[in-house]
C-alpha cells in the first residue's frame, strides 16, 4: 500500500484547493497539512496554494522514513504560544 493512500473520506473528483487548509494571520497566508504542520508565510493566497501544491508533490514522491519525520508529533523544534498583548 502508498504511504499515502486516500482516507476513505477523500472527495476523488475534487480538483479544487480545500478552502479550510488556508489561512491568514497578520496579513499573511499560511496553509496546514494533514501531518499538523502549519507552513508559511505567504505573500498571497495563491502563493500558499502554490507551495500546498509544492509539498503535496513532496509527500507524493518521499518515503514512508521521511514521511515519518515531518509528522507533527516527531518535530523538536520548541514552538513558543501566541500571546496578545493588549
Known amino acids: 500500500m ?3 493512500s486516500r482516507r476513505n473520506d477523500d472527495d ?3 480538483s479544487h484547493p480545500r478552502d479550510e ?3 491568514t494571520l497578520d496579513n499573511h ?3 496546514t497539512t494533514r501531518e499538523g504542520l502549519v507552513m508559511g508565510p505567504f505573500d498571497s493566497r ?3 496554494v502554490g507551495e500546498a501544491a509544492n509539498y503535496i508533490r513532496f509527500t507524493q514522491a518521499a518515503t514512508a522514513r521521511v514521511l515519518d519525520l515531518v509528522r507533527r508529533d516527531k518535530v523538536t523544534i520548541p514552538i513558543e504560544p501566541i500571546t496578545e498583548s493588549w
Open 29 to 31: 497566508w499560511y496553509f
Open 2 to 4: 502508498n504511504a499515502l
Open 12 to 14: 476523488r473528483t475534487a
Open 21 to 23: 487548509r488556508y489561512f
Open 46 to 48: 495563491a502563493q500558499a
